[in-house]
């Protein structure tokens, strides 16, 4: 691909001179050229507006610097960059029609925003014929706030109406400790018919911030391995709202210590969460969720689902919290679905360490390690097979 460097076009990257008009030329450029990589050498670049990308009728398009904290793209209070497509069926590339690959890497995004509206990433598959666009990449970038932990993104990376993007080795600190704001990663479908499909995220890092990962409904397949989550409210939270139906959170060998829920789904199904350690993020080392309890993994309305081989520990008696329970499952009355909770240890538990409640069935609970819980567990539903 063409290389568009944004220093030809005059930016200094110097930290204090405002670039944008610089990068707004190389992004012209490289649209005109048809595709490209929008290249930022090392050096401190403050962009004053957001940069806009239209995709349409691209091959490809690339965010490219010298690595994290090498080529840093400061922006002020706007929102950082967002990458459009225009309509065209890409999922079947029907009449040997090209997809436009978007990619950025090597990077920091800063912000100086307190103002809890800004995006840093935001790509936009667009009103798209058949399935969205696939494989926007996202690898090795920082999502911070500029110069303290007061300034910070809203939404660190918004992926909407697309399939198949990867995010790589990133690491997001959207706001302050103990401040639950902002979101890191956001997966979001406009409607049905667009029904995004396989996103992956690998070795990440995510501190503080509201919700480390938000999805909604239309996306299908959230795959999550060798991930840390510490210092959130929510760790992970995909709501399909109020009837509807998603597959598969795939979560392997992750850590998240949060204060509410480490894993809250609705209408989440064929899900296999393993080999994972979940804390709750409490009082106890300074950061307090009041009176709002916590659950490690709080699933309703789901089935055909493992949960194996984790460890979950909460506070006991110091947890601030009003209740703190370790496996909450609820609504999973599944006719022709099974759903399998063992191999997993489960301590200090102010309340209930797993807890199938009422309106669950065909769950095999056990055998699972229990440890200073003040009980093991409980069995509310019909039909469900324990060997605790």
Not at 20 to 25: F, K, S, Y
Not at 197 to 222: K, M, P, R, S, W
Not at 280 to 294: L, Y
Request: aromatic share 10%; hydrophobic share 35%.
């Amino acid at each position: 691909m063409d290389v568009f460097n944004v220093k030809s076009y005059g930016a200094t990257g110097n930290g204090s001179t405002d670039d944008t008009g610089a990068v707004n030329a190389a992004r012209n450029a490289l649209v005109a050229a048809g595709g490209g990589v929008l290249y930022f050498p090392a050096g401190i670049y403050i962009l004053s507006q957001s940069i806009t990308i239209d995709m349409t009728g691209q091959k490809a398009v690339s965010i490219k610097g010298d690595g994290m904290e090498v080529s840093e793209i400061r922006f002020t209070d706007v929102d950082g960059f967002k990458a459009t497509a225009g309509a065209g069926n890409y999922w079947l590339r029907a009449g040997g029609q090209q997809f436009a690959a978007f990619h950025a890497s090597d990077l920091t995004l800063s912000t100086t925003s307190t103002s809890n509206t800004r995006h840093a990433l935001w790509f936009d598959g667009g009103s798209l014929v058949g399935r969205p666009m696939p494989s926007p990449t996202i690898s090795r970038v920082a999502f911070r706030g500029a110069t303290t932990m007061e300034e910070g993104w809203w939404t660190g990376l918004v992926i909407q109406d697309a399939s198949n993007s990867h995010v790589t080795d990133c690491e997001f600190i959207v706001c302050g400790e103990g401040k639950f704001k902002g979101r890191s990663i956001v997966y979001w479908t406009s409607a049905s018919g667009k029904d995004a499909t396989d996103h992956t995220i690998t070795a990440c890092n995510f501190v503080y911030g509201h919700t480390a990962v938000l999805a909604t409904q239309y996306c299908e397949g959230i795959y999550m391995t060798n991930c840390s989550i510490v210092g959130v409210k929510y760790g992970v939270y995909w709501d399909c709202g109020e009837n509807g139906a998603e597959s598969l959170l795939a979560m392997n060998n992750c850590h998240i210590n949060a204060a509410v829920r480490n894993i809250l789904t609705r209408g989440v199904y064929d899900s296999s969460i393993s080999n994972s350690l979940f804390y709750n993020f409490n009082s106890t080392a300074g950061n307090s969720n009041g009176s709002e309890d916590w659950i490690a993994i709080d699933m309703n309305r789901t089935g055909s689902t493992t949960i194996t081989g984790n460890i979950i520990r909460g506070c006991g008696s110091a947890a601030t919290s009003s209740y703190e329970n370790g496996i909450v499952i609820q609504n999973a009355n599944n006719a022709d679905r099974g759903m399998t909770i063992l191999g997993n240890t489960v301590e200090k538990i102010k309340n209930t360490g797993i807890w199938l409640q009422n309106n669950t069935s065909k769950i095999v609970l056990g055998p699972n390690a229990y440890a200073q819980c003040a009980s093991p567990f409980i069995n509310s539903g019909t039909g469900n097979r324990v060997l605790d």
